[in-house]
């Protein structure tokens, strides 16, 4: 596929985003928007109960793993490991090759910091929240994430957790698309800017916050919490 090709499906914003944060250190600036959407867990379990599966091996990886290493790395999950102990990890596989891994997706339950932001999301015991989902190349297209989503969404809804919350940035089109279609709705924005380590926080809707600035944004991040 050519590099045009590419940038049309991801859309230039979103690849250019990425390909900043490689380049410009956390430390030095970080800016980030998105929208909140609550999933649909119903419309999700119908999804996991129409689909084939039967090609496919889906995990919920062990704490403390091996495969929850490798998880975090194919994911590129930079959660510190310190606020991400309780979360849950998902994968895909082919049955025929179980150990190539497709992708992976993350669940926060109790609290998500984002260190490189400055915040930290706080979660009753009913919520959780989608994060670092990804597919390889590859396997895109293909409904590996479909399978995965519906799969975690009906993981997390038998742990009892019955509020799954999901944020995506506007320039990522391919995202937004998907869970758009498996959303009830939209229920607030998140806006983060970081300059060194001078942090702000924005929010509206069903997101709220402790306060909006924060110069210390691992050991005192600005708190967010999604009410009812």
């Not at 990886?61 to 510190?80: G, H, I, K, M």
């Not at 919520?127 to 190349?137: G, L």
């Not at 590996?144 to 509020?163: A, P």
């Not at 939209?186 to 909006?212: M, N, P, Q, W, Y």
Request: with cysteine.
């Amino acid at each position: 596929m050519s590099l045009i090709q590419k940038l049309k499906e991801r859309s230039l914003l979103h690849s250019i985003e990425i390909l900043f944060n490689r380049i410009v250190p956390a430390w030095l600036f970080r800016f980030c928007t998105g929208t909140v959407f609550e999933l649909d867990t119903q419309k999700l379990a119908e999804l996991f109960g129409e689909m084939d599966k039967s090609d496919f091996v889906l995990t919920c990886v062990e704490q403390s793993s091996q495969a929850r290493d490798q998880l975090r790395t194919l994911t590129w999950n930079s959660v510190p490991l310190e606020t991400s102990a309780n979360d849950f990890g998902y994968s895909i596989a082919h049955l025929s090759t179980p150990e190539d891994v497709l992708g992976g997706v993350w669940a926060g339950i109790e609290s998500f910091q984002e260190a490189n932001l400055g915040f930290q999301l706080l979660f009753d015991d009913r919520q959780s929240w989608i994060y670092c989902a990804y597919v390889k190349p590859e396997a895109q297209g293909k409904g590996v994430y479909k399978r995965l989503l519906s799969f975690s969404s009906n993981d997390l809804i038998e742990k009892g957790y019955q509020r799954i919350c999901v944020i995506i940035q506007p320039w990522n089109r391919a995202s937004t698309h998907v869970h758009q279609k498996y959303a009830m709705g939209k229920i607030g924005t998140i806006t983060a800017l970081r300059v060194f380590s001078l942090c702000a926080v924005f929010t509206t809707g069903a997101v709220e916050k402790d306060r909006t600035i924060t110069g210390f944004p691992l050991s005192k991040p600005i708190r967010l919490h999604i009410r009812d």
